[in-house]
């Protein structure tokens, strides 16, 4: 017996559950892409903050920084006197401060204390010699004058002789004219002599007067050496020692400053006293900058040893060339 079979669903039933469950996985996926969305979108922001600054209108200062050297522009230097062969003896450190006659540098017056006493002695007895010399000519000039003497009495006694030869044999007053005409001549032998004897002995005199002299100007050039040993300070103020150039040390390193037993060479800068009422600084800038320079510009002025207070200047100076040597230009 055959049995009607009754389906499950209808046709019409099956396509519409089909389509639900379409638009229900489509809702869930539209669904599930938005909460991705925005979870990406929240979680992944990130608060930025843009430093600002309130602008106001003003004067563009262009400002250009660098080091320098601080000079005094009026300074005493103190250098070696017109002495050979000084050393140092007695030198006041660099910084220390003096008043005007206070003793800054003081040399060794050793060497020429001895010279002094040598020459004091080469004085003296040139002043002996010349005593002596001066002894000998009066004698000479004593024995001249006897001999001056006995020439005009012998010739005198020759002439009155032969004014008898009237009266004498003829023999005789030949005789006695020859012994005038001897005596005549041994007169003006005896001129002869005295006038050599004054020319000689003026000429002696000239050369020991000339051997004084030198011996006098020795003595007075040693005892201006010794007063030349002390170098004191003109001014007041702060002394600063200066580098010895022909010490010895490293290839490349800066000369050290002189220091007691040092030899010194005649006109040697030994040290200096800045006039501290005045200063100027020499800067080094390199060229580029040049352009940003101008005769009159203010400057500011911090010093390292005194870095909390602050100086003003004016540039009044800048050197029209380039130096390669320190990659700039002086200003």
Known sequence: MSKDLKPKQRIGQARTS????????????????AGGWTAYRYAGETKVEVPVARVRRGEFIISVKTRGEI????????????????????????????????VV????????????????????????EIVQMKASHKITDE?????????????ER????????EVISAIEGM????????????????????????VAQEADLERLQQKKDKAVRDLERVRGYLSKMVIRAPIDGIVHVLPNFRASGSWGSKPPPFKEGDTVWTGAAIAEIPDLSEMRIDLQLEEVERGKLELGQPVRIRVDAIPDREFHAVLDWI???AQTQRRGIGV
């Open 175 to 198: 005789k006695y004219r020859i012994d005038v005409e001897v005596s005549q001549g041994e007169l003006e032998l005896v001129k002869t002599v005295v006038e050599a004897h004054d």
């Open 105 to 128: 540098v003081e040399f060794d017056p050793a060497q020429n204390e001895q010279e002094l006493l040598e020459r004091t002695t080469a004085v003296r007895t040139v002043d002996s």
């Open 319 to 321: 050197s029209p060339i």
């Open 18 to 33: 089909r389509r639900r469950k379409i638009a229900a996985w489509s809702l869930a996926g539209l669904l599930l892409a």
């Open 143 to 155: 024995q001249d004058e006897m001999n001056l003497m006995i020439a005009e009495y012998n010739l």
């Open 71 to 102: 000079k005094s522009t009026r300074s005493k230097v103190l250098t070696a006197p017109q002495v050979p062969d000084l050393m140092i003896t007695r030198l006041v450190r660099s910084g220390q401060r003096v008043k005007a006659g206070d």
């Open 158 to 165: 020759a002439k009155l002789d032969a004014s008898k030869a």
